[in-house]
């Protein structure tokens, strides 16, 4: 079966550029997270979706940062304009409902803003 | 606040040996304990769990341990071997929700 499958792998960008990061998780699992993690701080939930629909955003940094879940199979997060501060690895993540089930990561995606 | 620590940042075991690494969490109402992997340039990778209702939980060659009394958390890897070298992640479930709230890591390393 396919895992979590996030693109791009790696990205440098040069700060002010905007940032797509992609994301398709397990087909059938109703719960998308998006995490980030950097030595400092591990790793910190950014925001998640339920059936599509964002449930918490409480860790979304700022106003910069956006993300998006047009449909089950696909999602999005944005930065505009990135700043060398974002420069981190952004992991997606999908689960099924009901408590307690495992929550299955992908590759990450390795941003560098120069 | 509510938070999942851990008390070692690294750990340095010989091959063969078993490995334990702690974890301390804060927040009495979580009632669900992870326990990942994570090898260089991977993603977190999932070990095994336990529900708050168990003490103890077996898997191939790991075991967690949970102590409710004093909110603490074990994993416990036997005959260590060097694939095992990597950072161990504890995780709860996140203000009792769907999401989930991750210690810092410990890094494990096995010599030869």
């Known amino acids: 079966d396919a895992g979590v499958i996030q693109s791009p792998r790696h990205e440098v960008t040069e700060m002010g550029q905007e940032v797509t990061l992609r994301c398709k998780p397990i087909?059938?699992?109703?719960?998308l997270f998006w995490y980030r993690q950097t030595m400092m701080r591990g790793l910190e939930l950014l925001i998640y979706?339920?059936?599509?629909?964002?449930?918490?955003d409480s860790g979304m940094p700022e106003d910069r940062f956006s993300a998006k879940m047009p449909n089950a199979s696909f999602s999005t997060l944005k930065i505009q304009p990135s700043e060398p501060r974002d420069s981190a690895v952004y992991f997606c993540?999908?689960?099924?409902?009901?408590?307690?089930?495992?929550?299955?990561f992908g590759e990450g995606s390795w941003l560098t803003v120069v | 606040g509510e938070s999942v620590g851990l008390h070692l940042p690294t750990l340095s075991v010989q091959e063969g040996d078993n490995s334990i690494i702690n974890c301390a969490y804060s927040n009495s109402a979580s009632d669900y304990f992870i326990w990942y992997k994570q090898e260089s340039g991977k993603g977190p990778q999932f070990i095994i769990d336990i529900r708050s209702n168990m003490d103890k939980r077996q898997g191939q060659r790991v075991t967690v341990l949970l102590n409710k009394t004093v909110k603490h958390l074990s994993l416990q890897i036997a005959a260590t071997q060097p694939g095992d070298s990597a950072v161990y992640f504890c995780a709860e479930n996140r203000n009792s929700g769907y999401a989930l709230n991750f210690g810092k890591g410990t890094s494990l390393l096995v010599t030869p």
């Open positions: 979706f339920n059936n599509n629909v964002p449930i918490d």
């Open positions: 993540a999908s689960r099924t409902g009901g408590r307690g089930n495992t929550i299955y």
């Open positions: 087909s059938g699992h109703d719960y």
